[in-house]
């Protein structure tokens, strides 16, 4: 039985519905203030600040562990794992605590979609929890600054021995639990953070030089060698926990937290009943949907069926070694038309799964095995690289390109909030009114371009959109449109069921030319090229673009002017080729139109 509450919106306090309105967080640091980051990352403070953590620990009455919105998991859970050992060699309870930060979640453009699924999971936790008489204790916290000493007078109340928690690699959450660490620890109160959401962690693969990789390539080299160098440790998985006595649910300290309810949703985002019971049905929260994901991916082949927004667990997946999806990934892997993917990137981002077990799944079972490194392992590498760079050049997750040089390209459209300034740029050549309606026209799937159109309404409808649809939509708004890549970046935030910042921001800056082993600026992708390798049936568009459903051959994917007026679809916003020239005139030329 799931264990959710009625919204609080039910009730909502003044106090916090101001707050959700009010709250403006700064979204483009100044060039000086990110490079000052990037010379002294947070990570290391944060490493520091834990290193001698488990030292002059006092004894207490309960261990803590802080599931945080990437590792909604039980199953290979390090910090989980390292909490309930803890517990258990000490004879103490595990408490498990969440923390609800709607600021964050504004903070960071959290999509609707995104929450829904947390609290999706956190329901089904709470349940799994409860049954090893482990409390999923829910916090709601308005002042997201107020969440250190929120955390504290927590263990001080439950007289806690220790936290345990995930890093999260962002800048803002860094510091914060940089903060708790040195709180907790001057209370005499262990606070361990660890590495989880890498197969090897930020730090582990460094150049000769010892500094982070921002080449993929000799990165990936070096980090299959790495993880091949000690699979017990990057492959480990972590144990369950152990239950508690079932007493603890009877005590007056610990009885109560079995009371917390899991929302079912929080304020400012909350999901329209229709979408939410799509998400569902697209969507399955839990473990156990994650790694039948999983498994499908590895022994069943590809199907048609499931290139929408349908049930991915649905019947009828058809077992086969020689064409399961993962065989054919190499080749396959950039069409749109079928389910070529594993489409696991909301349960990796959300940790309902972890990247070590879809790693260890793809391994043969023997004692001396090695991690192969092909193609679909070489994605969850990328992965990896975009966590270590936002580790290591935290600047990135500050809005601010990785190559500076390019931070004065004219961009047509709004300046962003925290900006330059807050009007237009002077040197645009387009009215804010018409670069405005071009961007309403990308996002709501109206270019004129099918492919760019039908990966925009499929991220519409169902909160993901295949890379290859992401790089091409991406492309198409930075380079075509000439619109800022952080628009596009926070839309997709908004939008996207897996949005995660460093893989979001990473794709974003690829495409935009202005990030770590970029798009070179003068490959443009021609969209109507694109479209034939992505879509290569036509049943993407035809799905995702009605209009278009009875078109076949080339033509869906360049309709002709008559055809299209009198289907009602709308004809190309822009030329490619003008617009392309446009792009290279403007990277060669920063600062110029
Ligand atoms: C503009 C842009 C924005 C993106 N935003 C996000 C995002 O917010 N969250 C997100 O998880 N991914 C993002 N990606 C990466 C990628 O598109 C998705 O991870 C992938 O489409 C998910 O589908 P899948 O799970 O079927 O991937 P598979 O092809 O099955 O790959 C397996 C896993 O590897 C990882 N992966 C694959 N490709 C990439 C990549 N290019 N970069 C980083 N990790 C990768 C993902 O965790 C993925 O689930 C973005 C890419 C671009 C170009």
Redesign the pocket.
Known sequence: MSKRALSPTASPSSKRARTSTTFRPKKIATAEAAAAVDQDPPLLKLLKATKDAERNVKKGDAVVYWMRMGDLRITDNRALSLASAHAKKTDIPLVVVFILSPQDYKAHDRSPRRIDFTLRNLALLATSLGKLHIPLHIITQSNRRAIPNKVISFLEELSASAIYANIEYEVDELRRDTQISKAAQAKGIGAIFVHDKCVVEPGAVLTKENKTYSVYSPYQKAWLKKLNANIPYFLENCRQPHPNSESVRTTAKFGPLFDSLVPESVPGFELDPADRAKMEQVWPAGEAAASEMLRR?LRTKSRSSQLAAVDPLADGAEDSAKRSRISVYDAE?DRADKDT?????PY??AGVISARACIRATMPDTKNAKVDGGR?IQ??A??DF?VCILAGFPRVSMGRPFQEKYADIVWEGPALEGSYADELNPKAELSLATAESNIEKWKSGRTGYPIVDAGMRCLNEMGY???RL??IA?MFLTKHLMIDWRIGEKY??EK?I???LA??D???Q??ASTGVDACPYFRVFNPYNQSSKADPTGDFIRHFVPELASVRGPDLHNPPAAAANKLGYPRPIVKHEESRDRALRRFKNVGSA
């Not at 993917?341 to 990137?345: A, F, G, Q, V």
């Open positions: 991916f892997r993917t594993s489409r696991l990137s990796l981002s679909w994605e969850i990328w992965r975009y959109m295949h890379n992401r790089m991406a997709f935030m996207l897996d949005g995660d893989s979001n990473g794709g974003w690829w495409c």
